[in-house]
């Protein structure tokens, strides 16, 4: 393989991981938000602590989802990390 094409691969690639990244650091982020707001909502409106709850869960899923995809291993670190965060708090609200 040329090396201009090896080293656009590369490119490619490293700029790949840096969008996961970004897209499950979004994604906890939002997962977090909506966990505050179920705890907040709830006892005062159930209907919406239920469907931040709801999206909050989804939140793990799809992170759980993508996870495996990291390929280094500080960055998997602060995923999984953050991650646990956000199950404690949901697992809190039940």
């Not at 505050?36 to 709830?42: D, F, G, T, V």
């Amino acid at each position: 393989m040329p090396d201009d094409l090896e080293s656009t691969l590369v490119d490619l690639r490293r700029k790949g991981d840096q969008a996961l990244l970004e897209f499950l650091r979004n994604d906890l982020n939002l997962g977090l938000t909506f966990a505050r707001l179920a705890q907040i909502e709830e006892g005062l409106d159930e209907p919406a602590s239920k469907q931040a709850l709801l999206h909050a869960q989804r939140a793990i899923e799809t992170v759980k989802h993508f996870r495996s995809r990291i390929n280094y291993e500080g960055q998997a670190l602060e995923i999984d990390e953050r991650l646990a965060e956000l199950e404690r708090l949901v697992s809190a609200l039940f």
